[in-house]
């Protein structure tokens, strides 16, 4: 599918180049092979993200405070998760109506106001569209409460085990407000900052819809 062009006023292309950087690092939904616990971590821990990495089916509702390039804008949330397979609607902020993004590994596209972006990846989009790389595809593991495969990640509990960070890819993860769903623990509130390039995601009152296999997963 190609491109089509998109052309804004100055202040509509500032809000579009924050909602854009805001869809692609949202959009980065690829699976990869899951990580071993490491062996040093609780058994608790472990189960936990044994059952976190089973998880590839679900719906997401709530609200993203994005904060890019000095500007802020908190949009409402839809993400549905079928396997490798993904839609994610955001809508309520940057003036300009509901946007969409629908992705599979190696084909994304978002879609605003009938005009339609495309790339082979999230990556790739947002390296065309901003002119600087991201590790957007972490995002899909990091919403969860897990680190991404593959790649250092420092890792910090509280008294009752429960994960409350990962430090990864230059990024920092706070995970706070955890919510039972059936064996599996998801956060309610996820906030991801970065120093480089002054970006802050803040995911607000998360409620999480989750298929019934997995929600009874032991």
């Known amino acids: 599918m190609s491109a089509i062009p998109i052309h804004f ?31 040093e971590l609780n058994s608790d821990w472990a189960a936990q993200q044994n059952l976190l ?8 509702r709530g609200r993203v405070d994005v904060r890019y390039d000095n500007e802020s804008h908190t949009p409402r949330i839809l993400w549905q998760q079928q396997a490798v397979e993904y839609q994610i609607r955001l809508w309520g902020s940057f003036n300009a109506g509901s946007t969409t993004i629908v992705g599979r590994p190696g084909y994304v596209t978002l879609e605003q106001s009938g005009d339609t ?14 002119g600087y790389e991201l590790p957007v595809s972490y995002l899909n593991y990091w919403i969860k409460g897990l680190p991404a495969p593959d790649s250092q990640a420092d890792l910090s509990f509280n008294e009752l085990n ?6 990864q890819a230059g990024w920092l993860i706070n995970f706070s407000d955890p919510r039972q769903y059936g ?25 999480w819809t989750l298929n019934e296999a997995s929600a009874d997963a032991r």
Not at 119 to 127: H, K, W
Not at 187 to 203: G, H, M, Q, S
């Open 117 to 130: 972006l495309s790339a082979n990846s999230p990556e790739d989009l947002i390296l065309q569209q901003m």
């Open 9 to 39: 006023s100055c202040r509509c292309l500032r809000a579009s180049c924050l909602l854009l950087a805001l869809s692609i690092v949202l959009s980065a939904c690829a699976i990869s092979p899951p990580a071993a616990p490491p062996a």
């Open 183 to 207: 064996a599996i623990t998801l956060p309610r509130r996820v906030e991801l900052t970065r120093a480089k390039n002054d970006i802050r995601l803040r995911f607000i009152g998360l409620n």
């Open 162 to 167: 429960q994960l409350t960070a990962i430090a």
């Open 53 to 60: 990495q089973q998880l590839d089916s679900w719906q997401l």
